[in-house]
């Protein structure tokens, strides 16, 4: 793979970010504010300010189960971050007309999937959660989160600043980006101009909807899924 292809890659990783900003805009389903925003052939990832779902080794397995299971308690915000982590692989999907299990998915026999890490962070919390969820639910969710990106053409209207983040990256030496402080401001404020009432409402729609189905599930419907 040559460092154009590569930088392809990240189409979907850059969406990340978009799943905080739409998650803050109803205090309920808020992930907070982002720390920094590393993107690159090296390191791609968001790092928020507050961490209430991504898994803390050294703090040892029974005691993330117990952070795990106590923040899931909040349903809206437990929703907006499902939806944060399957953007990077779903936008990325379909960018380039594939399978969305092509790209999300633990890493098999000599095929590693660009979203491995979203799927296994996603996977431990759906273990630990307060209300844990099934592949109905997943892929409800999923296809609710599409519809939103087609219907408003988001990744249409994105396509500028995705171009000029990846400028960004083959501009440094070593092909990664940290966008932190002003940096990050400005590309936050680069992906909200875009971002107008309709999109919040659906969004919103999303998070509001999926709520109150993921708090109904029956136990009995729960089998084990990757």
């Known amino acids: 793979m040559n460092k154009e292809q590569a930088l392809n890659q990240l189409n979907g990783t850059i969406y990340h970010e978009l799943g905080y900003l739409l998650s803050n805009n109803q205090p ?9 925003f590393n993107v690159g052939l090296n390191q791609n990832c968001v790092t928020p300010v ?3 779902y991504h898994f803390k080794k050294k703090n040892g397995l029974e005691k993330e189960r117990e952070r795990i299971e106590k923040n899931t308690k909040n349903v809206p915000r437990t929703i907006a971050w499902y939806i944060e982590v399957i953007l990077g692989c779903l936008t990325q999907s ?10 999300y ?42 519809n939103l990106l087609i219907e408003t ?12 983040i990846k400028e960004d990256i083959r501009d440094t030496e070593e092909s990664q980006k940290k966008y932190e402080d002003k940096d990050l401001v400005d590309l936050q404020e680069k ?15 999303i998070v509001t909807e999926n709520t109150e189905v993921l708090k109904s599930i029956p ?6 899924y990757s």
């Open 153 to 164: 053409e988001i990744i249409q209207k994105l396509r500028g600043v995705v171009g000029e």
């Open 191 to 205: 992906i909200t101009n875009v971002l107008d009432d309709t999109v919040y409402e659906i969004y919103n729609k």
């Open 28 to 36: 309920s389903s808020s992930l907070g504010d982002v720390l920094e």
């Open 50 to 52: 507050n961490n209430y």
């Open 105 to 146: 998915g633990l890493n098999e026999a000599g095929l590693n999937k660009v979203g491995h890490h979203d799927c296994s962070n996603l996977s431990f919390v759906k273990n630990a959660a307060h209300y844990t969820h099934d592949k109905i639910f997943f892929e409800k969710l999923r296809d609710d989160v599409s």
């Open 94 to 103: 379909i960018v380039e007309s594939g399978s969305f299990y092509d790209y």
């Open 219 to 224: 136990q009995s419907r729960i089998f084990p």
